[in-house]
């Protein structure tokens, strides 16, 4: 994520975490909360920073967790923006299922499965030297900074025990349209989150803005950084403008984690 956030970073304030369960975070994870821990842990994150209101960006998993953190938190949310989001009823395909069958035996086989990012990776680079420089250097950031492949497979089983959709539709009751942002890559290019199942939020908030981040596809926020800070920036300066227009408590920004 950090090519991201030091893009943002240039241009607003942003604050950023691990999900709560990662033992560096120093959050606070409940096992009987289960994923309402990591919609809490954005509340605490910015009461930690003394935020009242946040454009709050969550990122594929973390799409999620920034959604229901907007149903449960309308008015400390000042816009939000979901970033090649996982969809509100989303449920494990087959290959997901095959992984959480032995998360830790078969993580070889995930990680030799994730070249299938090459693609994606070498469309954000010009020539294939530089898509192959590039890819290298993604490989190294997570060799060095290694997922858990058990806690990646709690998340999604956490997912199975809670349904957003009907919390989510009733979003635009709470008194507010709230301004929402949907980010995106080239459909042929996400191999993660199909284009597709991210703009379902669509069926829920038909007034909700959508954005395409060209030759790229789930990873665009980490291969061309500027470009996503170039959408998501603009967006949350203008939602905070025209709320505060009717507000006087200050709307900062934030960003939100994604998983892995």
Known sequence: MEPAIDALAQRCRVVTFSLADEPSCGGCFDEGDGFASYVDQVRDALDAAGIP???????SYGGLIAAAFAARYPTRTASLVLVSALPAGWHPNARVRFYLRAPRLLTPVFMLASLRMYREIAAANDGVAKGMSAALRHGWRVITHMFSPSRMARRVQLLQRVDL???????????????????TGEPSLDRVVPVAATHEYLQLWPQASIATIARTGHLGLITRPSAFANVVVPFAEE????????????????????VG
């Open 165 to 183: 959709r009907q919390e989510l539709a009733q979003l635009p009751g709470t008194g507010h349209q709230l301004p929402t942002l949907i980010v």
């Open 239 to 258: 939602a905070t403008r025209v709320s505060s227009k009717n507000d006087s408590r200050p709307h900062l920004h934030l960003s939100g984690r994604r």
């Open 53 to 59: 209101a946040a454009t709050i960006c969550g990122v």
